[in-house]
């Protein structure tokens, strides 16, 4: 790497160092406590996942050049700098080891926000040149293409078409003035297709209606997993431009954890302006429809099953009772895991882990977690609404050779409507 962009990673480091890390920095008592939340220590047993240990870089930068103690050591050789061999060595843990799912800021003693940290900390590693090649080029590709998996319209349009014949009913696409513009993300499109026919055929019961933007479709952020404002910006303001184009009044966010956190809480800081739409993730639209008796079912699900709280859509998003409402609609025998709600362990894949092709067996090895819920559990099948969680939790069933089926909750939901006369 040349000096020119080690200075340029500093430089971002730097900037990272807000109030709010600095004050995290200040006042982190290093109890240790965030290892036993995080499932990267709990696997494996390794002290170097212990998540605040994951920021060592960054907190040099914090000591060094923003405290009095560390300006000293510094100018005392006590301290050692920032380098290239650093970075090298520490971006497999801020990468492979970390999904960005906040459990550990959930148990912080002094309220700590480590994921915070950790996505700020990216941004300086991106600088300096320092991330997986699978989240590198899924980012171009959603820059370039507007697909982290490079689906282009013409895909999504034959799903479309699809759907069209098996339901007999019309897709919207670039409708103008509805009240709902729908974002998908790529692993539906190509993976859960069964998500969209179930669009279609609630939205229909609802009488509720949406479109679809041909120019933004995509709701992946991967510039928010890899840690890049910049292509974070990109990306949300095409979708932004889309819906103000088409003059919706909300945006729902799909199945996806991270689109959520992208769209909606991140977004309008990335943009610098206020939307001049509402976005509402899909269970909290659902739940909304169920509330006013636009949502109708009928017959239950007597499986034994219960649901994973996909961390960025319940731990950091709030949606805790949506789920919970709707699988009351359908689903006579529903268990809690345990830690679940805000507490829920992670699938081991979010915060760009699972487009990182080098943490495929860290991953695969840490789902040993949820793989100790299902057990506790014995039930037939897992409720999710995450694609990502989902494709996820299927990878690590069958790792462990567990034979349980893995659905979304707006699919399930699609399954029991009333039907029409």
């Known amino acids: 790497m040349s000096e020119a962009t080690l200075e340029r990673g500093m430089n971002v480091f730097r900037e990272q160092v807000n109030a709010p890390i600095a004050s995290f920095f200040s006042s982190c008592v290093n109890c240790g406590m965030c290892a036993e939340a995080c499932l990267f220590y709990t ?32 100018m005392l050789g006590l301290s050692e700098p920032v380098t290239d061999e650093l970075l090298q ?17 959930m148990v912080c003693p002094v309220g700590n926000d480590v994921s915070y940290m950790i996505r700020h900390a990216r941004e300086g590693f991106v600088a300096a040149g320092y991330s997986p090649e699978g989240m590198k080029g899924a980012s171009r590709r959603a820059v370039t293409i507007g697909s982290p998996m490079g689906v282009k319209f013409h895909a999504l349009a034959a799903q479309i078409k699809h759907v069209e014949a098996d339901t007999g009913l019309k897709i919207p696409v670039d409708v103008e003035g509805v009240d709902y513009m729908a974002l998908l993300s790529s692993m539906e499109i190509m993976n859960f297709p069964e998500y969209l026919e179930a669009l279609s055929r609630i939205f229909k019961q609802a009488g509720v209606t949406w479109t679809i933007s041909s120019e933004a479709f995509e709701a992946t952020n991967s510039g928010i997993q890899i840690g890049s404002s910049d292509i974070a910006r990109v990306l949300v303001d095409r ?5 103000e184009k088409l003059k919706v009044k909300y945006v729902i966010s799909p199945e996806c954890g991270h689109a959520y956190t992208a769209i909606r809480w991140e977004g309008p800081n990335l943009i610098g302006r206020a939307y001049k739409f509402k976005v509402v993730h899909i269970l909290e639209l659902l739940d909304q429809l169920r509330e006013s008796g636009r949502l109708k079912t009928e017959g239950m699900d007597e499986t034994r099953l219960t649901f994973h709280d996909p961390c960025q859509i319940v731990r950091k998003g709030g949606v805790l009772e949506p789920p919970r409402n709707l699988l009351k609609m359908v689903a006579s025998e529903f268990v809690e895991m345990q830690d679940a709600r805000e507490m829920n362990w992670c699938c081991g894949g979010g915060g760009g882990v699972s487009a ?11 789902f040993k977690r949820k793989k100790t819920q299902l057990d506790e559990l014995n039930v037939e ?3 999710t609404a995450c694609a990502n969680c989902r494709l996820i939790i299927e990878e690590g069933l069958e790792e462990y050779r567990m034979e349980i089926p893995v659905v979304g909750l707006t699919e399930m939901l699609a399954e029991h409507l009333v039907k029409e006369e």
């Open 356 to 366: 990182n092709e080098r943490a495929e067996e860290l991953r695969l090895k840490v």
């Open 381 to 383: 099948t897992l409720v």
């Open 239 to 243: 979708v932004v431009v889309a819906a």
């Open 43 to 74: 696997e494996t047993g390794d002290p170097k996942y212990t998540p605040i240990n994951k920021l060592e870089p960054l907190r040099r930068v914090w000591e060094q050049e923003f405290t009095l103690w560390g300006k000293l050591k510094s």
């Open 89 to 105: 060595q520490w971006e497999p843990l801020i990468y492979d080891a970390c999904t960005l799912c906040g459990r550990c800021s």
